[in-house]
């Protein structure tokens, strides 16, 4: 049974930093890439970032892109999330994910998600 696990998430205040982990256990780890996605309360969920493989390569959303770090640990079977310089803007729920063939930006290009971790910022 594939499960995805998200931890790291919490409160801070604006300006703060968290670190989100994905622990899988899928056993082909390594051919996934890997996903984070976010739902703030009456919104949709949204793309953040994902990353492939390997870890060659990655995307981030403009909105976050300076200030979010997608990366993966094959050897762990984790994907992590660096959050900096948080804003209130950023409280949601955020979700991983994983997808064969080079997931990209749509929620379809995931095969399997975590339950989601609450990040708060206060300001």
């Known amino acids: 049974q594939v499960q995805l696990v998200e931890s790291g998430g919490g409160s801070v205040q604006a300006g703060g930093s968290l670190r989100l982990s994905c622990a899988a256990s899928l056993r082909a780890f390594s051919t996934y890439g890997m996903g984070w996605f976010r739902q703030a309360p009456g919104k949709d969920r949204e793309f953040v970032a994902t990353i492939n493989w390997n870890g060659g390569r990655t995307y981030v959303a403009d909105s976050v892109k300076a200030r979010f770090t997608i990366s993966r640990d094959n050897a762990k079977k984790t994907g992590y999330l660096q959050m900096n310089n948080l804003k209130p803007e950023d409280t949601a729920v955020y979700y991983c994910?994983?997808?064969?063939?080079?997931?990209?930006?749509?929620?379809?290009?995931?095969?399997?998600w975590g339950q989601g971790t609450q990040v708060t910022v206060s300001s």
């Open positions: 994910a994983a997808g064969l063939t080079n997931p990209g930006r749509s929620r379809a290009d995931y095969n399997y």
